[in-house]
């Protein structure tokens, strides 16, 4: 079982930048993909980035050149750093391990990020 546990979010003004992290930790199969989601209230969630374990980050067109993904694979971690945040980027964040050759798939407990002057 994989627990992943999310620290970083917060309140900041638009414009400003935060930086997520998420720690994956128990038994990890890889090749894996680890990425952030998010939910805004009355929505549904959507990706936000991901980064698999060897290949070229995506980006949910929103968020294409304002957040950056990146993986630190010896400490089986994932950051996303995000700038020039907007008020609509205001969701509870979710990081994921996903490893669909072994089935597993599992998700943080959320952070909550707010942009609001």
């Known amino acids: 079982q994989v627990q992943l546990v999310e620290s970083g979010g917060g309140l900041v003004q638009p414009g400003g930048s935060l930086r997520l992290s998420c720690a994956a930790s128990g038994i990890i199969f890889s090749p894996n993909t680890m990425g952030w989601f998010r939910r805004a209230a009355g929505k549904q969630r959507e990706l936000v980035a991901t980064?698999?374990?060897?290949?070229?980050?995506t980006y949910a067109d929103s968020v294409k050149g304002r957040f950056t993904i990146s993986r630190d694979n010896a400490k089986n971690s994932v950051y996303l750093q995000m700038n020039s945040l907007k008020p609509e980027d205001t969701a509870v964040y979710y990081c994921?391990?996903?490893?669909?050759?072994?089935?597993?798939?599992?998700w943080g407990q959320g952070t909550q990020v707010t942009v609001s002057s």
């Open positions: 980064a698999s374990s060897g290949g070229t980050p």
């Open positions: 994921n391990l996903d490893s669909p050759n072994f089935g597993q798939s599992s």
